[in-house]
């Protein structure tokens, strides 16, 4: 055999080898996904404005302004607008993670529901309270609704100045239009016609400083929220 093809031989020896795996060895780490960021709107402005609407509305027909004193058009606000609007942001407000204010918005969401069930003849309220007893079952109506605005009120101390003022004038509003039930006082219905007007606006502003930010209209537009009480209190 010549020397030649023992080099060759050799050399075709040299071309093959075996990969060995070392057992202990760390393996690569997986390439990392990077999170998606979703983005969520705050629905608060929307519960404020249709509160602040209802109120709104109703206060104004219990004023009897311009000799319009029929609620029937508190119906069509009360349950198109702040009953389905509230109660949808009462639950987002919940999935949000906001246990106070999906509490308040899913409360008055169905206050206004069966506010503006009181006037549909379907329901058969007057029906079954003839006379006085109608009223009187107003003024139970409203009273309850007037502890659950306290409850909210007193939970409400450190948010701010607009939500509480709101608060605060709605329980002024259903405390004189309550007692306006069960007295007959006109006097007191003004009253809580007036104050339910002051709230409204109240509710306005807590919207709109939620509403009016950087992204959507100029500085000189926009509202501060009037923190009312620092976070550490």
């Known amino acids: 055999m010549s020397s030649n093809s023992v080099t060759e031989k050799e050399g075709s020896k040299d071309n093959y080898y075996v990969q060995t795996v070392n057992m202990d060895a760390t393996p690569a780490p997986a390439p990392q996904m990077q999170p998606y960021q979703r983005t969520y709107g705050n629905p ?7 509160y602040g609407t209802v109120f709104l509305c109703s206060s104004i027909l219990t004023l009897d302004a311009k000799q319009v004193g029929a609620s029937n058009m508190v119906l069509v606000f009360a349950t198109f607008y702040g009953g389905i609007s509230q109660t949808l942001v009462g639950m987002w407000e919940m999935f949000l993670g906001n246990t106070f204010s999906a509490t308040v918005f899913t409360t008055y969401g169905g ?9 549909l003849p379907q329901i058969g309220l007057a029906a079954a309270y003839p006379g006085e007893q109608f009223y ?8 309850i609704w007037d502890l659950i605005t306290f409850v909210f009120l007193l ?5 701010t100045t607009p939500i509480i003022a709101t608060l605060g004038f709605t329980v002024c509003a259903l405390t004189c239009l309550s007692a306006n039930a069960f007295t007959g006082n006109p006097h007191l219905a003004t009253a809580g016609g007036a104050l339910g007007i002051i709230a409204s606006f109240g509710a306005y502003y807590g919207a709109l400083s939620l509403f009016w930010t950087q992204q959507t209209t100029f500085s000189f537009i926009r509202l501060p929220p009037l923190i009312a009480a620092p976070s550490n209190v």
């Not at 206050?111 to 006037?119: D, E, R």
């Not at 939970?155 to 948010?159: E, M, S, V």
């Open 136 to 143: 009187y079952a107003i003024g139970i109506y409203l009273a």
């Open 44 to 50: 608060a402005p929307l519960g404020m404005l249709a």
């Open 155 to 159: 939970g409400a101390l450190r948010t």
């Open 111 to 119: 206050f206004n529901l069966s506010y503006g069930a009181l006037f």
